[in-house]
């Protein structure tokens, strides 16, 4: 079946430090790749997202590329700041047409960021 | 993206009562709905899958006599968790889906998430 596996926080860092959280996933076929944001006390925000092979996705100065090679979706950002304190999912929707919609978490990466 | 509500964000109840949670979807047409529960500093483990008008399909290991999930039109869910006690605390979060091809197709929209409480 489809996994992700997501680097384990908590992760802290000061404003303005380069942010990687890693993500690797098993799955069959050509996966949908996400990132997903909790805010504290919210629902799941999309973040970004790429479709297939190569594909870099990118939002709010975050990127995340899609490297089928080495079933990899890190999460990037180069500065970091204080309001992107919150939990960080990674996960995929699997491409067959059974698990069309659902979608496979990985265990989330609190992150906080110190002024 | 799709806008989803959820009503109420946080209930408080004490153990043998039943709760129900609705989900709103206010400007799609929701033809799938998804619910999920969250315990602490964990990720999200499915629930059940909805199709509208249809019986849900329950994940393994999840009481469907428990939790009940009716998904009557393509703007509303509700999950209603019957006899609560203690351990069915948690935060349950729908997400919502669409047909494919159409606008949103496979995408999942989330609701901002419900808070139980069982005293």
């Known amino acids: 079946g489809n996994s992700v596996t997501q680097m384990e926080g908590p992760v802290t860092l000061s404003e303005e430090a380069f942010l990687t959280i890693n993500c690797t996933y098993t799955a069959t076929g050509y996966p949908s790749l996400f990132w997903y944001v909790q805010y504290p006390g919210e629902g799941l925000q999309l973040l970004l997202k790429a479709t297939k092979a190569d594909d870099k996705g990118s939002n709010k100065g975050f990127e995340a590329t899609y490297r089928k090679e080495t079933t990899s979706f890190h999460l990037e950002k180069g500065s970091v700041q204080v309001s992107d304190s919150a939990v960080y999912f990674c996960?995929?929707?699997?491409?067959?047409?059974?698990?069309?919609?659902?979608?496979?978490f990985g265990s989330g990466t609190q992150l906080t960021v110190l002024p | 993206g799709a806008v989803v509500s959820q009503h109420p964000s946080r209930v408080i109840c004490k153990s043998g009562t039943s709760v129900k949670i609705e989900c709103r979807s206010l400007d799609f047409q929701a033809t799938t709905m998804f619910w999920y529960r969250q315990f602490p500093k964990q990720s999200l483990m499915l629930m059940a899958t909805s199709n509208e008008g249809s019986k849900a399909t329950y994940e393994q290991g999840v009481e469907k006599d428990k939790f009940l999930i009716n998904h009557a039109s393509l703007t509303l869910s509700t999950l209603t968790v019957t006899s609560a006690h203690p351990e069915d605390s948690s935060f349950y979060i729908c997400s919502v889906a669409g047909l494919a091809g159409l606008r949103g197709g496979n995408e999942q929209f989330f609701g901002p998430g419900t808070r139980l409480t069982v005293l």
């Open positions: 996960a995929l929707r699997g491409s067959s047409s059974g698990s069309a919609r659902q979608l496979t």
